[in-house]
Nanobody, 122 residues
Framework: QVQVVESGGGPVQAGGSLRLSCTVSGARFDDFNMGWFRQAPGKEREGVSCMTGLGDTTYYSDSVKGRFTISRDNTNNTLNLEMNSLKPEDTAMYYC???????????????WGQGTQVTVSS
């Protein structure tokens, strides 16, 4: 059974930084393309950034390009999201998910965790 634990969220002021992490167990991590999705109250779930199992292809939404950086550590079954220059519109619950992706799109396939809340104040 796959288990996912997201961490690293919290309150931050606009312009600040956070680093999200997601640890996966119960599966061969490098077999999975993984990504970060977010959902704000009253809004649709949005793909933020995704990466293939080997880390050779990445996707970033236009809203975070240049500010967020995705990375993964297949030895430790961890997916990370470095978030810089945060804006109030980045406020959302962030989820770590299995995905399919290209450089121009990312689609969520499965999500197991509870998410981690990011709140950016102006």
């Amino acid at each position: 059974q796959v288990q996912v634990v997201e961490s690293g969220g919290g309150p931050v002021q606009a312009g600040g930084s956070l680093r999200l992490s997601c640890t996966v167990s119960g599966a061969r991590f490098d077999d999975f393309n993984m990504g970060w999705f977010r959902q704000a109250p009253g809004k649709e779930r949005e793909g933020v950034s995704c990466m293939t199992g080997l880390g050779d292809t990445t996707y970033y939404s236009d809203s975070v390009k240049g500010r967020f950086t995705i990375s993964r550590d297949n030895t430790n079954n961890t997916l990370n999201l470095e978030m810089n220059s945060l804006k109030p519109e980045d406020t959302a619950m962030y989820y770590c998910s299995a995905v399919t992706l290209s450089t121009s799109s990312c689609r969520e396939v499965n999500s197991w965790g509870q998410g981690t809340q990011v709140t950016v104040s102006s």
